[in-house]
Nanobody, 115 residues
Framework: QVQLVESGGDLVQPGGSLRLSCTAS????????MGWYRQAPGKQRELVGT???????NYADSVQGRFSISRNNAKKEVNLQMNSLKPEDTAIYYC?????????WGQGTQVTVSA
């Protein structure tokens, strides 16, 4: 099976920065698309951004220019650098990976943006 473990969630003030990390382990054969989703209270889970094995990225309009995704294929790791954080960025952030047309999810890490 595949496990995704996130870290880095915290309480941060508006305008601040935070870096989330996710490490994949288990029966992973190759390099696959990874990324981040988030779910705010009372809302549906939404895409934050994704990164392809070749490093190509895609971001939601709401985070474009503020968030940046990177990956380390050797470590099976994906990171999310979040800058200029806003209160509306408050959510549980989930790591995601797709492999052989199956989606895998981490358990989530809480990000709270508040003064």
């Amino acid at each position: 099976q595949v496990q995704l473990v996130e870290s880095g969630g915290d309480l941060v003030q508006p305008g601040g920065s935070l870096r989330l990390s996710c490490t994949a382990s288990g029966r992973i054969f190759g390099i696959y698309p990874m990324g981040w989703y988030r779910q705010a209270p009372g809302k549906q889970r939404e895409l934050v951004g994704t990164i392809l094995p070749n490093g190509g990225t895609n971001y939601a309009d709401s985070v474009q220019g503020r968030f940046s995704i990177s990956r380390n294929n050797a470590k099976k790791e994906v990171n999310l650098q979040m800058n200029s954080l806003k209160p509306e960025d408050t959510a549980i952030y989930y790591c995601w990976m797709t492999m052989f047309q199956r989606d895998f999810w981490g358990q989530g890490t809480q990000v709270t943006v508040s003064a």
